[in-house]
């Protein structure tokens, strides 16, 4: 979830990218070629945790595949760090040099990618493959373009909450808000009782960003960012000035710990389960840490969540909000032949089993998940919270947006929250960097 570039890798790599055109690429609509089924080494690129549920299911499953395919093996090149694996995947992508498998969110750069003929399409396979309509079609539509084709397969499925101290919040004598507007009020009374609203990785940046994706998606739908990232609408639009305004209120009422910006996951996380924070805004692959006995005894009776609030004036209803499958896995169609095909139709009918025994949810309607033995309540609840979940996403503008523009948003953010810079100077920035670097990337 950690996706930060420096501007001038991604505008280096991305001027690369547009001078290889369509060199290298493959069939994307082959999903099914004909010829013999012969062992070798396959790769995948990937960016997940090395000793987390995906990475150590596929290990299994890749085994149990070689075992009837003598010569098969899956080499996994890792890079959990995200940054550096952008940059890894970029460079690779520019010298026609991807592995069979690689990892990319549904990002400009991997459209442009999918338009060379480079990725296949992974709805096709699935489909070719009977798997298609197992998957839940959150999970699937969190991978699409914008023209709604899919050319990654899912093998998460996350929600995001707000997960809140009830003995905080009585101490400071607030509720759970109802709209995303009473958050500020809520925040200064938190701090008068002397305690710190809320707990933010300022450090990857990507938890800040979300916020200035709340408000828009509530007032406009997921339609805004759709708009905005190719400058056919504005920051300065209700919508976005709206966001601004809202994330300067937050800044003002001191929403987040002193010295945020400086401070990483596990300093968010420390301090919210150490019972410093009453809030922290996190998804469900923290199900472990907070909904099972490994959380702070001296907290964990206090510890709930709420959903993403609504405002009065939502068009969106309490049930979308943050819905992710992660970042997806690519198929290189350059290189897709029987061997791949196979192994992943293998792979992919038994992943979805192993990866729910795990405790994880699945990205699949098929299987069930185990909760773990040392889940507490709120675990089966946020489980169960997955199948009521509405046709309405609220994407992750870090997967939206030009990587340029971006990573300014991402730095005057931080500005607008620590209240060193205003809303109506936020949102002009803003406009001037979507109509100076959205045109290298969208076409209209």
Known sequence: ????????????????????????????????????????????????PADGAVI?????????????????????????????????YETLAAANKLPELFDTDATPYAQKLAKQGRMLDAGALLKSLGLYDTYRASALDYQRFDDGTLYTIPFEYQMEFFWYN????????VTVPTSLDQIPAMCTALRKAGVTPIALDGQDQWPLERYVAY?????????????????????????????????????????????????????????????????????????????TTALNPAVRSDVDYFTLPTTADSVTTANE???????????????FDPLVRDFLKFALTRYPAAYAATGALSPTTNVRTTIPANATPLYKKAVA????????????????????????????????????????????????????????????
């Open 215 to 291: 408000q828009p998606f509530r007032v406009a739908g997921p339609g805004y960012i759709q708009k905005l990232k190719k400058g056919d609408a504005r920051f300065s639009d209700p919508a976005g000035q709206k966001a601004a305004d809202w994330l300067s209120a937050m800044g003002s009422a001191k929403c987040f710990q002193s010295g945020f910006s400086a401070q990483g996951y596990s300093d968010a996380q420390n301090l919210f389960t150490s019972g410093k924070a009453a809030m922290y805004n996190i998804g469900t692959w923290e199900l472990s840490s907070l909904a």
């Open 385 to 444: 919270q997955a199948n009521d979940v509405g046709p309405k996403l609220a994407m992750p503008w870090d997967t939206q947006l030009d990587p340029t523009t971006n990573t300014r948003l991402q730095q005057e953010l931080v500005l607008l929250a620590q209240g060193n810079t205003t809303p109506g100077s936020f949102t002009g920035t803003m406009d001037s960097a979507i109509a100076q670097n959205a045109p290298r990337f969208f076409t209209k």
């Open 166 to 173: 009830k003995a905080l919040f009585k101490q400071a004598g």
């Open 1 to 48: 979830m950690k996706k930060i570039l420096s501007a001038a890798v991604a505008l280096a790599t991305a001027f690369v990218l547009a001078g290889c055109g369509g060199g290298g690429g493959g069939n994307a609509s082959e999903v099914n070629p004909g010829g013999p089924v012969k062992a070798r080494q396959i790769s995948w690129l990937l960016s997940r």
């Open 321 to 335: 909000s943050v819905t992710s499958s992660g970042i997806g896995m690519a198929v290189n169609a350059k290189t």
């Open 56 to 88: 150590t299911v596929m290990k299994q499953l890749a085994g149990e595949y070689a075992t009837s395919h003598p010569g098969f093996s899956l080499n996994l090149i890792t890079t959990p760090d995200r940054p550096s694996y952008i940059q890894k």
